[in-house]
């Protein structure tokens, strides 16, 4: 699948700050800072983040003023459940936002408000990786982790960023950088496996499915379907080199084990401004590994339609 920079940005932005938003959210009556300047930091940061990411959503519609339409189908549709649910947890995120800059205060109501939005952003990034993991065609999304590993990188960013910004205001942050390792290893655990998994996995679709000529032998095209590229060759036949798709997941591996986990176990033990150099390296590392990871989630997907024009999906392309 084309990999479009809108959608990554979406993907990756949306999913940091409802991590951020949930664990401020759920840690706001407790375990973080009541000054109203921490929850002005913490809150703009998160809310700025998904904002950012809906916006670059609305760039990937074709006709981005009709984006409300969505909304209608919530029923039927995970895309409609996930915007109805980014809207509606504004309301509690908002909630919270007066009580602890305003009033500064993260109790009572207002500390149900952060339960609300964080019971909001977790269902939001579930309803994305839903919105992959619905769609049979693509066998490399319709599985039974994908959504559980929206829900783990969210988290992990959303924690990396928490880490920094409790070392920025030289509050406890124990619990942060001990989260912000568990969920790093816990994302590319799962992530592994279902690489794995999809590498021994046989494709149940091929041209000797599609044509019932299965018993004669394999199967190949005599013409091609066109003479010229067209917009599903341009939208599903995106190809991806082996030995390019190794290397990013080494990159990925390395920025986010090597980078987010170690430089966080790091930051644990250090204090002052190394600590705080340490988290922000620590949440850029992480950050830029989700990024790659969610190229290679879109560019490593193969269509059944493509068994149309010849290739067979699940198959890695050789060379570059």
Do not use: C
């Not at 269509?303 to 392309?317: D, S």
């Amino acid at each position: 699948m084309h990999p479009s920079p809108s959608i990554i940005l979406f993907t990756s932005a949306a999913g940091a700050g409802y991590g951020l938003l949930f664990l401020l959210g759920l840690g706001a009556a407790q375990l973080l800072p009541p000054t109203r300047e921490f929850g002005l930091a913490g809150l703009a940061l998160a809310l700025t983040l998904i904002s950012l990411g809906l916006v670059a959503s609305l760039a990937h519609l074709g006709h981005p003023e009709r984006a409300w339409r969505a909304i209608s189908q919530w029923r039927s549709s995970w895309l409609s459940r996930e915007g109805a649910l980014a809207l509606l947890t504004f309301l509690p995120a908002l909630a919270l936002a007066f009580g602890w800059v305003v009033l500064e205060r993260t109790d009572g109501w207002f500390a149900l408000a952060g339960v609300l939005a964080a019971l909001g952003s977790a269902a939001t990034v579930w309803a994305t990786g839903m919105i992959y993991a619905s769609l049979k065609p693509v066998r490399e999304w319709h599985r039974p982790l994908t959504a559980p590993l929206y829900l783990a990188f969210a988290l992990m960013s959303g924690a990396l960023l928490l880490h920094l910004l409790l070392a920025l205001f030289d509050a406890p942050r124990a619990f942060a950088g001990a989260l912000a390792l568990v969920a790093t290893l816990l994302a590319f655990g799962l992530k592994a496996i279902q690489w794995q998994g999809i590498a021994a996995e046989v494709p149940a679709s091929t041209p000797e499915t599609a044509t019932g000529l299965g018993e004669l032998g394999l199967v190949r095209m005599i013409e091609p379907p066109h003479t010229q590229t067209n917009y599903l060759l341009t939208e599903l036949g995106f190809r991806l080199g082996r030995k390019h798709a190794t290397r990013l997941r080494l990159l990925a591996y390395g920025l986010g084990l090597g980078g987010g986990a170690l430089l966080t176990l790091l930051a644990l033990a250090a204090t002052g401004w190394p600590a705080l150099l340490l988290t922000a390296l620590a949440a850029a590392g992480g950050l830029a590994a989700i990024v790659i990871e969610r190229w290679l989630f879109f560019a490593e997907a193969t269509h059944t339609a493509m068994l149309y024009y010849g290739r067979r999906t699940g198959v890695a392309q050789a060379g570059g």
